[in-house]
Nanobody, 121 residues
């Protein structure tokens, strides 16, 4: 059974930094794309950043230059370094992996449980 376990959320003042982590537990054949999404109260979940198996990254315009996504393939983990945080970054952050559990399986999306990030102004 594969689960994604997130950590690193919390309360921070505007201008501060946080680092989110997300790792897959259990045996996984291969993890392809990894990503971070967020959902603020009353809003739809939105893409924050993605990183491919080869290391190519994409970012939402609202976080470019402030957030950095990275991955550690040996640890089946993805990270989100968030700097210069703003009140509008307040949301529940979710990680998502597209992975194949066994080589015979098709690719599937797995989500983390979410971690709260609150930025006080």
């Amino acid at each position: 059974q594969v689960q994604l376990v997130e950590s690193g959320g919390g309360l921070v003042q505007a201008g501060g930094s946080l680092r989110l982590s997300c790792a897959a537990s259990g045996t996984v054949f291969r993890i392809y794309a990894m990503g971070w999404y967020r959902q603020a109260p009353g809003k739809q979940r939105e893409l924050v950043a993605t990183i491919t198996l080869g290391g190519s990254t994409t970012y939402a315009d609202s976080v470019k230059g402030r957030f950095t996504i990275s991955r550690d393939n040996a640890k089946n983990a993805v990270y989100l370094q968030m700097n210069s945080l703003k009140s509008e970054d307040t949301a529940v952050y979710y990680c998502k992996f597209r992975l194949r559990v066994r080589w015979v399986d098709s690719e599937s999306d797995y989500w983390g449980q979410g971690t709260q990030v609150t930025v006080s102004s």
